[in-house]
């Protein structure tokens, strides 16, 4: 059963619709009603586009690396979103901590805010 802070795998497309490549991608959250809709962010192993106070790096030293599933250090890169069927994503292959995916939604709040 798919929850909040999974990190799943699923073709995230490029900004210009065209077909992505597989990759790991967090489920932020289910949206509200009856479909099986989630709110998703990409994860990327390229850190260089992480942006500060903004993007979550998930480094190999960090204690809920392991669940993560991810094989490198990665960016949860909180500006690249999408909305997705539950259906195309491709199986869980771990889990963030529960304190850090309160602060990647705080840090996708504060922005939605300003």
């Given at each position: 059963?798919?929850?909040?802070?999974?990190?799943?795998?699923?073709r995230?497309?490029?900004?210009?619709?065209?077909?992505?490549?597989?990759?790991?991608?967090l489920l932020?959250?289910?949206?509200?009603?009856?479909?099986?809709?989630?709110?998703i962010?990409?994860?990327?192993?390229?850190?260089?586009?992480?942006?500060?106070?903004?993007?979550?790096?998930?480094?190999?030293?960090?204690?809920?690396?392991?669940?993560?599933?991810?094989?490198?250090?990665?960016?949860?890169?909180?500006?690249?979103?999408?909305?997705?069927?539950?259906?195309?994503?491709?199986?869980?292959?771990?889990?963030?901590?529960?304190?850090?995916?309160?602060?990647?939604?705080?840090?996708?709040?504060?922005?939605?805010?300003?």
């Amino acid at each position: 059963m798919k929850s909040a802070g999974d990190i799943v795998l699923f073709r995230f497309p490029q900004t210009d619709l065209a077909e992505g490549k597989l990759r790991p991608a967090l489920l932020l959250g289910k949206l509200p009603g009856e479909y099986d809709d989630w709110l998703i962010c990409m994860i990327s192993s390229q850190t260089r586009q992480y942006l500060p106070d903004f993007d979550e790096i998930v480094q190999e030293s960090d204690p809920d690396f392991t669940q993560s599933g991810l094989k490198l250090e990665s960016a949860i890169r909180v500006g690249r979103l999408a909305v997705i069927e539950g259906e195309l994503l491709l199986g869980e292959v771990g889990k963030i901590s529960n304190e850090r995916l309160k602060r990647i939604k705080k840090h996708l709040s504060d922005w939605l805010s300003q």
